[in-house]
């Protein structure tokens, strides 16, 4: 994919951040969210990850955004301090085309070069074959994938 630019994202992306992440919200189970959030939240999200020193960054691909990938805290306590979590999302019409892998690599390049040490990945969905492919050959650690951790349409496990 040799037309793909990585850059860091800026907030004028955040109208299509917007659109693909409400894609995701509603028609996937990777955000574990049940309402996408509007622009002015996304913005928000963007702002607080890069203001504390995280990377985030978007593919363009013939000048429009194709997807979208940051590092954020993996856990709010101190010995986590230098651990990430990493969030990848791709608009559907560039699934499949190797769009997140240009991403996650440059993620932990990027990650690597803010001095974190250790990125996992948390997949909430054990049927998304090729998230679940592509992160250990990151060398992003997989926490075990989840097919019934939580659910936003109602279903999944029932509550302890």
């Known amino acids: 994919m040799s037309d793909v630019i990585i850059r860091p994202a800026a907030p004028a992306d955040?109208?299509?951040i917007t659109r693909i992440y409400a894609e995701a919200v509603l028609h996937g189970t990777a955000t574990f969210e049940?309402?996408?959030p509007d622009e002015a939240e996304m913005a928000r999200r963007?702002?607080?990850l890069i203001d504390k020193g995280y990377p985030y960054l978007v593919a363009e691909r013939s000048g429009a955004v194709a997807g979208y990938a940051y590092a954020g805290p993996y856990r709010d306590r101190p010995?986590?301090?230098w651990c990430v979590e990493d969030s990848i999302y791709v608009a559907?019409?560039?699934?499949r085309k190797g769009i997140g892998r240009l991403l996650l690599m440059r993620l932990v390049g990027q990650s690597e070069a803010c001095g974190f040490r250790q990125m996992l990945a948390v997949i909430g969905d054990s049927a998304n074959t090729a998230s679940v492919a592509v992160m250990p050959q990151a060398g992003?650690?997989?926490l075990a994938p989840s097919n019934r951790s939580a659910s936003s349409t109602g279903g999944g496990s029932t509550p302890c």
């Open 14 to 16: 955040i109208a299509a």
């Open 34 to 36: 049940i309402e996408p």
């Open 46 to 48: 963007q702002r607080t």
């Open 79 to 81: 010995a986590y301090k």
């Open 92 to 95: 559907p019409e560039y699934h």
């Open 140 to 142: 992003s650690a997989l």
